[in-house]
Nanobody
Framework: GVQLAESGGGLVQAGGSLRLSCTTS????????MAWFRQAPGKEREGVSC????????WHADSVNGRFVISRDNAKNILYLQMNSLKPEDTAMYYC???????????????????WGQGTQVTVSS
């Protein structure tokens, strides 16, 4: 079956960094548009970053632009989210998502994605 698995979350102090990873199985990684979403307690899930299948096109939410960078290694079938200058408001469960899309763009909306991981918790202390 199809599986997405996130890793790399944890507890970090404000100003610190974490790198999240997402691996897939059961899918052809090169065909996938991929994204990171997050959901904090009591809040709706929101888009963080997305990347086209080649990585040539990316998007980052205003709240993380300049601090987070999405990237992918198609040779290793891994999606990354490098998170720097973390803030307490970045605390959330982070999910990776994927959809088969042969276009050179990525989707910002969660409703475009067919496959989801179980999430990895990121907690930023002040």
């Amino acid at each position: 079956g199809v599986q997405l698995a996130e890793s790399g979350g944890g507890l970090v102090q404000a100003g610190g960094s974490l790198r999240l990873s997402c691996t897939t199985s059961g899918l052809t990684f090169d065909d996938l548009t991929m994204a990171w979403f997050r959901q904090a307690p009591g809040k709706e899930r929101e888009g963080v970053s997305c990347t086209s299948r080649s990585g040539s096109s990316t998007w980052h939410a205003d709240s993380v632009n300049g601090r987070f960078v999405i990237s992918r290694d198609n040779a290793k079938n891994i999606l990354y989210l490098q998170m720097n200058s973390l803030k307490p408001e970045d605390t959330a469960m982070y999910y990776c998502a994927a959809v088969k899309n042969l276009g050179s763009f990525c989707y910002r909306s969660q409703y475009e994605y067919d496959y989801w991981g179980q999430g990895t918790q990121v907690t930023v202390s002040s």
